[in-house]
């Protein structure tokens, strides 16, 4: 079941050079997307853009020179709401809440998440790209009304 909102922003993440024909399905009608990193091809890029305005952040395996414009960290508006994306939670510099940052964005686990932390959504839409381990394949939306946002992962 989608989440009400006045905007949905769709989350991918860990795709590694895969595209799977149920992510772009599922990501159809979004406002945005946005991409954790780990991106795998500008083709991953340009067939997401065919959809909606993207976003996206470089991976640690996002190296090669099609990836040289893409940053290691994000910020983005939308409504109230304002997000930071990042590849790797563990490289993350910025105090999230000092920064009036609403929900943060990750990839690199592979494992999907929806937590609430001192008043900060994080959100990994965990790998929508080749499986690893028995993690799930995944993708996740946000649903932003004002300065209301909610999550959650959809497995593919």
């Known amino acids: ?22 992510a772009l399905e599922f ?10 990193g ?10 997401l853009g065919r959809i909606a305005p993207v976003t996206a ?3 640690n395996n996002d190296g090669e020179k099609w990836a ?6 994000e910020f983005l508006q939308v409504e109230g709401v ?10 993350m510099r910025i105090d999230p809440k000092a920064e009036s940052v609403r929900v943060v964005v990750s990839g690199h686990s592979h494992r999907p998440l929806v937590e609430e932390r001192n008043g900060v959504l994080f959100v990994n839409p965990g ?10 394949i995944s993708v996740a939306e946000v649903a932003i009304s ?10 593919l």
Do not use: N, W, Y
Request: net charge positive; aromatic share 4%; hydrophobic share 45%.
């Open 57 to 59: 952040v470089r991976g």
């Open 1 to 22: 079941m989608a989440l009400a909102a006045h905007t949905r922003i769709g989350l991918i993440s860990d795709t590694h050079g895969l595209l799977r024909p149920a």
């Open 82 to 91: 304002r997000i930071f994306a990042i590849h790797d939670l563990k490289l």
């Open 68 to 73: 040289e414009h893409l940053p290691e960290s």
């Open 127 to 136: 790998s929508a790209g080749p499986r690893r381990f028995k993690l799930p």
């Open 146 to 155: 004002g300065t209301f946002a909610q999550a959650r992962i959809v497995e």
């Open 38 to 47: 780990d991106i795998g091809g500008a083709a991953i890029l340009d067939q």
């Open 27 to 36: 990501l159809r009608g979004c406002s945005r997307i946005l991409h954790g």
